[in-house]
């Protein structure tokens, strides 16, 4: 079946722009996560989803920082004056349930870069 | 809270056999991780080890020892397409699977 997707698949943004990203999970799946991944470094969780309701978002950067997923499908990473420190790939991934131990299937990011 | 180390880059030889380690420390344990990353793509999942001892799918292999915190990751037979990070992770111990991962291990396959 479809696995994650994401778009765009790359995005350009000037400094103090606002951009949105979104994430398709695989259908049916409960959790979803955001996570942001510089250059040469491991994906660092940003922010989770089960269904429709936030649980934690004590990734996100700052408070330009927002995320939402309102009918617990499709999910928007949302950057307002973007600066170029958020410059990076973020992903999304998403997991059948809400339990620990299990896999999450990633999407192939968007790569933001801000100039 | 998590912390996880792991080698940054690592050359190995086509054919040959490579281990990958990884030292955690986490407030509760609950399982780890090995996640596959190639170049510009999406981590895949590897291998999941709750438990201590080796577990093999195939070519690749996790190992897991909870007392010293250890784990590793072993490919053998290793092949151009190996080439890629190898990302350790640990899920926190809350109530859902927010996983931390390691800087990843960036492991270069030569002929």
């Known amino acids: 079946g479809a696995g994650v997707s994401q778009s765009p698949r790359y995005k350009v943004a000037k400094r103090g722009q606002d951009v949105a990203l979104r994430c398709d999970p695989i259908?049916?799946?409960?959790?979803l996560f955001w996570y942001q991944q510089a250059l040469g470094q491991g994906p660092e969780f940003l922010t989770y989803?089960?269904?429709?309701?936030?649980?934690?978002k004590s990734g996100l950067p700052s408070d330009r920082f927002f995320a939402e997923r309102p009918e617990g499908s499709v999910s928007t990473l949302k950057i307002q004056r973007t600066q170029q420190e958020d410059s990076a790939v973020y992903l999304c991934?998403?997991?059948?349930?809400?339990?620990?131990?299990?896999?999450?299937?990633f999407g192939p990011g968007t790569r933001l870069l801000v100039l | 809270g998590q912390n996880i180390d792991q080698p940054t880059e690592m050359t190995a030889t086509e054919g040959a056999i490579v281990q990958i380690n990884c030292t955690y420390q986490t407030s509760g344990f609950n399982g780890l991780f090995w996640y596959q990353q190639h170049a510009g793509e999406a981590p895949t999942f590897l291998s999941y080890n709750v438990l201590d001892g080796l577990e093999e799918k195939g070519r690749f292999s996790s190992f897991l020892s909870r007392s010293k915190g250890y784990s590793y990751l072993l490919l053998k037979e290793l092949q151009m397409k190996d080439s890629a990070s190898y990302l350790c992770a640990v899920p926190n111990s809350g109530g859902y699977q927010k996983v931390t991962f390691g800087i990843g291990t960036k492991l270069q396959v030569i002929p």
């Open positions: 989803f089960q269904n429709e309701a936030q649980l934690d």
């Open positions: 259908s049916g799946h409960v959790s």
């Open positions: 991934a998403s997991s059948p349930r809400a339990q620990t131990g299990e896999t999450q299937y």
